[in-house]
C-alpha cells in the first residue's frame, strides 16, 4: 500500500518512514528541503534497505501538487508533515509561517478530495491548548488563544481538517504532540537543525560537542518548581510509531468519527533544568548553560493526559526522558565524526 508523506526527510518524517516501509508500506516522500537535506534519503535506506521514492517541491505550489497527484493514482492515505515549526521564527515571521503551514495543507486536501484519497494524519501539536488552564491537557481541554502565530496555524489547520471532512469523504486523525526528541537507535537519522538550533535538545547536544559556546535557559522566573518552563518530552521513535497504529486504525474503520483527535506524549512532564540533567547523567558531559531572558511565545507549562491514546489507540510511549536524551547525544557524536571524516579526506 502506498503511502504519501509530506515532508519526509524532515525530523519526524523521516523517522515514520522508517516505521512505515519496516511494516511493508510503500513510501512516497515530497519535501522542498527548506529544512532537512537529500541525504537523509541514503540514511533511511542504510537502516530500511529501501530507498523511498522522492520528490522535491514545494506543496505551496498548487500547479505542481494537483501534478504529483495526477501523476499518482495509487496513494492509499496521506501522513502530514511538511510545516514550518519554529515557535521563536514564527513570531518574527508570522505571514511566512500563516502562508507555508496553511497553503500546503490546503492544496493536499483539495488534491486528496479530486482523487478520493480517503485517509490523513495530521502533525498537529500540542501547542494548540495555548496556556492550558487545567494540567494535564485532555483533548477535551478547552482551546486557548495561540501563544504564537506557529501555534495559531496548528488551530487553523485542524479547523479546515475539522470543516473539510464534514463535506467529503476523507477521514482524518489529528495527532497532537508534546515535544519530540531523541533519534533513531542506529544513530542514522535524527534531529537535523540547519544553522542555529530553535530547540532545546539539539541546542543542548551542540553545546556539549563543542559547536555551541553555551546554551541559554529561557526564563527561570515561570510558576514551576525550579522556575523554568515544564513540557512533556517524547522520543520521535515512540511518536513515529503512533502514526502507523493511527492511520491503519483509520484505514480499517475502526475510527470513532471522521475526525479523530490523541494526545502523543508520555503524560510525565520535566522541567528545562531536569532535562539538562538528565542530559548530563547519560552523556558524562557537563553541560555550559546561563539563564536568559523568557523567549516570545513560550508557554509556562504543558503536559498530556495520554489515557485515551493509550486506551483507544493501544499506543504507550515506552521510552524515557533519559532514553531520549542518550539517543539524542549518540546522533550527535555520530554527526560529529562525520563531519571529521570528511575534514580528514
Ligand atoms: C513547541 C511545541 C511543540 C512543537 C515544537 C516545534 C509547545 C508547548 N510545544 O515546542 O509541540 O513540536 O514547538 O518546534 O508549544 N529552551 C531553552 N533554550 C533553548 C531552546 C529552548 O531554554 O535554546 C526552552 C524553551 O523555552 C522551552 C523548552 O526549552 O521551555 C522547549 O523548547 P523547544 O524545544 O523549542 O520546544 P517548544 O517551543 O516547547
Known amino acids: 500500500m ?5 515532508g519526509g526527510t524532515g525530523f519526524i518524517g523521516s523517522h515514520t518512514v522508517v516505521e ?4 511493508g508500506y510503500e513510501v512516497v516522500i515530497i519535501d522542498n528541503l527548506s529544512t532537512s537535506v537529500k541525504e537523509v534519503l541514503y540514511s533511511i535506506e542504510k537502516i530500511t534497505g529501501i530507498l523511498p521514492e522522492f520528490h522535491e517541491f514545494d506543496l505551496c505550489n498548487e500547479y505542481l501538487t494537483a501534478k504529483f497527484f495526477d501523476n499518482n493514482k495509487d496513494i492509499k492515505g496521506v501522513i502530514h508533515f511538511a510545516a514550518h515549526k519554529a515557535v521563536g521564527e514564527s513570531v518574527e515571521k508570522p505571514l511566512k509561517y500563516y502562508r507555508n503551514n496553511l497553503f500546503s495543507l490546503i492544496n493536499i486536501m483539495q488534491c486528496m478530495n479530486e482523487h478520493q484519497i480517503k485517509n490523513l494524519v495530521f502533525s498537529s501539536s500540542c501547542t494548540v ?3 492550558a488552564t487545567e494540567l494535564p491537557v485532555t483533548e477535551k481541554t478547552s482551546i486557548q488563544k495561540a501563544f504564537s502565530p506557529y501555534g495559531h496555524t496548528k488551530q487553523i489547520s485542524e479547523e479546515i481538517i475539522e470543516c473539510s471532512v464534514k463535506s467529503s469523504g476523507i477521514k482524518a486523525t489529528l495527532l497532537r504532540y508534546f515535544n519530540p526528541i ?4 542506529t544513530a542514522l537519522i535524527g534531529e537535523l537543525p540547519i544553522g542555529v538550533p530553535n530547540n532545546l535538545v539539539p541546542f543542548i547536544t551542540q553545546t556539549a560537542i563543542g559547536k555551541r559556546e553555551n546554551l541559554n535557559v529561557f526564563g527561570n522566573d515561570y510558576n514551576t518548581p525550579d522556575g523554568t518552563c515544564i513540557r512533556d518530552y517524547i522520543h520521535v521513535v515512540d511518536l513515529a510509531k503512533a502514526h502507523i497504529i493511527a492511520f491503519e ?4 474503520n475502526l475510527s470513532k468519527s471522521d475526525c ?3 494526545n ?3 503524560g510525565k512532564g520535566y522541567t528545562v533544568l531536569e532535562a539538562i540533567r538528565s542530559f548530563e547523567k547519560v552523556s558524562g558531559k557537563k553541560l555550559n548553560f546561563k539563564f536568559a531572558k523568557r523567549r516570545q511565545g513560550d ?3 504543558v503536559w498530556a493526559d495520554t489515557t485515551y491514546a493509550n486506551n483507544e489507540l493501544g499506543w504507550k510511549a515506552e521510552k524515557d526522558i533519559d532514553d531520549m536524551m542518550l539517543s539524542a547525544w549518540k546522533w550527535e557524536v555520530e554527526l560529529s565524526n562525520k563531519v571529521k571524516i570528511r575534514h580528514k579526506a
Open 249 to 252: 486504525r483509520m484505514f480499517n
Open 260 to 262: 479523530e483527535i490523541f
Open 182 to 185: 531523541g533519534a533513531h537507535e
Open 264 to 266: 502523543i506524549g508520555t
Open 129 to 131: 491548548y495555548g496556556q
Open 2 to 6: 502506498k503511502i504519501l508523506v509530506t
Open 299 to 301: 508557554i509556562e507549562k
Open 20 to 23: 512505515l516501509q519496516q511494516k
